[in-house]
């Protein structure tokens, strides 16, 4: 089964900042990335995915991320945070076994400080 | 509107009693799951069903039961087996391009 880490489960980035999450999978084969919001008390929305082609990601509310293969990480970044940024962040990745099964990190909580 | 229903938004469950949670997606998706969230551990993956008639247990099946009669129905019962239910359970959906669809969550407490 896939492994997805997620460090830091609370992130505080200053309002106007760069937004930088991390997440690194175990996958041995190339696999498709998403990168989940969820606002309180709601369900997960899509920022972004990965399947294949180029490897920067552009997604919504100007977030975006890099597939590298080598360092088999799909790391999320924002140049400049803002206040609505403030939510729990998930990675995921498809499964090997093509199960259209997802493997989902642990989440950051993102704290964004006025 | 396209989209994954689910009900109800809060629910309250006595010790010992058994309860369905519900969910319901217009999006012709063949592939729906079932996941608990807990604070700081992420979802994990209680059934999966791929077709109708078929399911799947996931990494945290046990004290719950699904059925899926019906391509646009995954509904989950939370029995009494379940020792700590109290989570927020989230209903999701897939078709072709892997991508996972999410309704909008249900908290359940135990009283």
């Known amino acids: 089964a896939q492994s997805v880490t997620q460090l830091g489960s609370h992130v505080s980035v200053s309002e106007g900042a760069l937004v930088l999450l991390r997440c690194n999978y175990s996958?041995?084969?190339?696999?498709?990335l998403f990168w989940y919001v969820q606002y309180p008390n709601q369900g997960l929305q899509l920022l972004l995915k990965?399947?294949?082609?180029?490897?920067l990601v552009k997604g919504i509310n100007g977030f975006e991320a890099e597939f590298k293969k080598s360092e088999t990480s799909f790391h999320l970044t924002k140049p400049s945070a803002h206040m609505s940024d403030a939510a729990e962040y998930f990675c995921?990745?498809?499964?090997?076994?093509?199960?259209?099964?997802?493997?989902f990190g642990k989440g950051n909580q993102v704290v964004v400080i006025p | 509107d396209g989209g994954i229903t689910q009900s109800p938004k809060y629910l309250f469950r006595k010790e010992g009693q058994n309860v369905t949670l519900s969910c319901e997606q217009n999006?012709?998706?063949?592939?729906m799951y079932w996941y608990r969230q807990d604070p700081g551990q992420g979802l994990r993956l209680i059934y999966y069903?791929?077709?109708?008639?078929?399911?799947q247990k996931g990494d945290i099946a046990e004290g719950y039961s699904v059925s899926r009669e019906k391509k646009e129905s995954f509904p989950l019962t939370v029995t009494s087996a379940q020792k700590n239910p109290t989570a927020f359970y989230l209903c999701?959906?897939?078709?072709?391009?892997?991508?996972?669809?999410f309704g909008p969550g249900t908290r359940l407490t135990v009283l």
């Open positions: 069903s791929q077709i109708v008639n078929d399911f």
């Open positions: 996958s041995s084969v190339p696999p498709y």
């Open positions: 999006l012709n998706h063949d592939a």
């Open positions: 999701a959906s897939s078709g072709m391009a892997q991508e996972q669809f």
């Open positions: 995921a990745v498809s499964e090997e076994d093509g199960n259209n099964r997802l493997a």
């Open positions: 990965y399947t294949t082609g180029a490897t």
